[in-house]
């Protein structure tokens, strides 16, 4: 399965997810889970689409390494993020405990977006254009 697919799939996963949360807070009244919710979207679902497109239509062979690590680092790191944050705002855990795991997180996902960059700056048809 190429990365656009896996991409693609995962933001997908973490859309249905950041919906849920949505819905539950309409529901339920309390939009404690706002930043949640937010960020469930916009790392997850978000970044995972774009990055699913720019494996589609900049990268043509990238390296098989750096992709996968690439992959496996921003996947893991927003779905640490995404768990971490309804955590700490549905006041599960105090701030303490998980502030080493949003850090994790976080980083990881930086990491993510830097090692995209190398790939997208390594790739030969990064200056073409997709017509």
Same mark, same amino acid.
């Given at each position: 399965?190429?990365?656009?697919?896996?991409?693609?799939?995962?933001?997908?996963?973490?859309?249905?997810?950041?919906?849920?949360?949505?819905?539950?807070?309409?529901?339920?009244?309390?939009?404690?889970?706002?930043?949640?919710?937010?960020?469930?979207?916009?790392?997850?679902?978000?970044?995972?689409?774009?990055?699913?497109?720019?494996?589609?239509?900049?990268?043509?062979?990238?390296?098989?390494?750096?992709?996968?690590?690439?992959?496996?680092?921003?996947?893991?790191?927003?779905? /640490?993020? !995404? %768990? *971490?944050? +309804? &955590?700490?705002?549905?006041? $599960?855990?105090?701030?303490?405990?998980?502030?080493?795991?949003?850090? /994790?997180? !976080? %980083? *990881?996902? +930086? &990491?993510?977006?830097?090692? $995209?960059?190398?790939?997208?700056?390594?790739?030969?048809?990064?200056?073409?254009?997709?017509?």
């Amino acid at each position: 399965m190429n990365y656009d697919r896996k991409f693609l799939l995962w933001a997908l996963g973490f859309a249905v997810f950041g919906l849920c949360v949505g819905i539950y807070m309409a529901a339920s009244k309390n939009h404690g889970q706002l930043v949640a919710h937010a960020h469930i979207l916009l790392v997850g679902f978000v970044v995972s689409f774009i990055y699913a497109i720019i494996h589609k239509l900049w990268l043509t062979t990238p390296g098989r390494w750096i992709a996968r690590i690439q992959f496996w680092l921003h996947i893991v790191c927003a779905a /640490l993020l !995404s %768990i *971490g944050l +309804l &955590l700490l705002y549905g006041h $599960m855990y105090p701030e303490t405990v998980l502030e080493p795991i949003l850090s /994790l997180g !976080s %980083i *990881g996902v +930086l &990491l993510g977006m830097l090692l $995209m960059g190398v790939m997208v700056l390594r790739s030969s048809r990064a200056g073409t254009s997709a017509t």
